[in-house]
């Protein structure tokens, strides 16, 4: 909410300010005062409109999703448009009001309509570099906080980590021990032993390969499923090669837990779980769905959960821009969709 308010306040008063300049300011030079705020009138709306579109849309929507041509085509577009528009209202209509070269100098007039583009342009550079300045502040204050959030965190780890790591060694030992008399059993335990492992140490890691964090997820589900049984159904399908991609550690576990919790766990017939992976380029992509009884509520998808707010709260701040996260949900299944742009 205080984002939304800033940004509001920060655009009124630069749009306010930048009207006020072509109107008085401008007058003030001249003491045409009637004539400028004509020109403010038609100045201010274009240099508004091509702003939000340049910076706003393309830029936030294309260029950071990798989608750079069309960025740059639609910023062609997007200056010829206005760059034309603003060439024509001043030519026939405000030209005539206190200039008279508009009386002699073609429509199409080269380094008059380069002037309207300088004009028009370094007031949209002069948004963009405030709104840039704007953007970057917002990000250090989210990573200083996500720093203070992790510090928090690995000291309530160190608090609590005596215990798990006792456990961890003795599941070891007990894992030895039961090789040889049930290898079924031996298997399980290394599951849970790899599990409390990867929640010990790489949990601490900014970032892990791929593959690392879905033998994490699969060593979770295999221990669920010994819980619940033949009626889970579980398929894990990567379709590109993941190697050299890293993510942040138990990104994707609050996910599957969600799967579980609202789906698998509230079900008394069969219930499955699939996950799809796929990576193009810079982008992988997760698609998570589960199965869900049409009776249950409806919290999963109202609010997210407090894991899926988690998740979107760390991808706001580790990916800004640079994601996507939605939830679908039908009358019998749920599918959560994760975008990452990763460097």
Not at 100 to 105: C, D, F, L, Q, R
Not at 177 to 204: C, H, M, R, V
Request: net charge positive; proline share 3%.
């Amino acid at each position: 909410m205080n984002n939304r308010q800033n940004s509001i306040s920060f655009n009124l008063s630069f749009w306010v300010l930048y009207f006020l300049y072509e109107w008085l300011g401008m007058g003030a030079a001249t003491d045409q005062y009637y004539v400028y705020f004509l020109k403010a009138c038609t100045s201010f709306p274009i240099a508004f409109v091509v702003s939000y579109l340049s910076i706003h849309l393309l830029f936030n929507k294309f260029y950071l999703s990798n989608r750079k041509s069309i960025f740059w085509i639609g910023q062609i577009i997007v200056a010829l448009v206005f760059v034309m528009l603003k060439r024509y209202i001043n030519y026939y209509y405000l030209y005539p009001l206190y200039h008279i070269e508009g009386t002699y100098k073609p429509l199409i007039f080269l380094p008059k309509i380069l002037i309207e583009f300088v004009n028009l342009y370094l007031i949209v550079s002069l948004y963009g570099m405030f709104f840039f300045v704007r953007s970057w502040y917002r990000q250090q204050q989210a990573l200083q906080e996500l720093k203070q959030e992790k510090i928090a965190a690995e000291l309530e780890l160190l608090k609590s980590q005596v215990q798990p790591h006792f456990i961890f060694n003795m599941l070891n030992n007990i894992y030895a021990g039961a090789f040889k008399n049930s290898p079924e059993t031996a298997q399980q335990i290394l599951k849970l032993s790899n599990l409390i492992e990867y929640s010990l140490y790489d949990s601490k890691k900014e970032k892990v390969p791929l593959q690392e964090e879905l033998d994490y997820i699969s060593n979770y589900v295999d221990l669920q499923k010994i819980r619940i049984g033949d009626r889970l159904d579980v398929s894990f399908n990567i379709f590109d090669n993941i190697s050299g991609f890293q993510i942040p550690p138990l990104l994707l576990l609050p996910i599957i837990e969600n799967c579980f919790k609202h789906g698998v766990n509230k079900s008394i017939t069969q219930a499955w779980i699939r996950m799809d992976i796929s990576a193009k380029e810079r982008t992988i992509t997760f698609k998570i769905e589960n199965s869900i009884e049409p009776e249950n509520d409806t919290k999963l998808t109202q609010n997210g959960g407090l894991g899926l707010k988690n998740v979107k709260r760390r991808l706001e701040l580790l990916y800004p821009n640079t994601h996507e996260f939605d939830i679908y949900r039908e009358e019998n299944s749920c599918l959560v969709v994760l975008k990452i742009l990763v460097n």
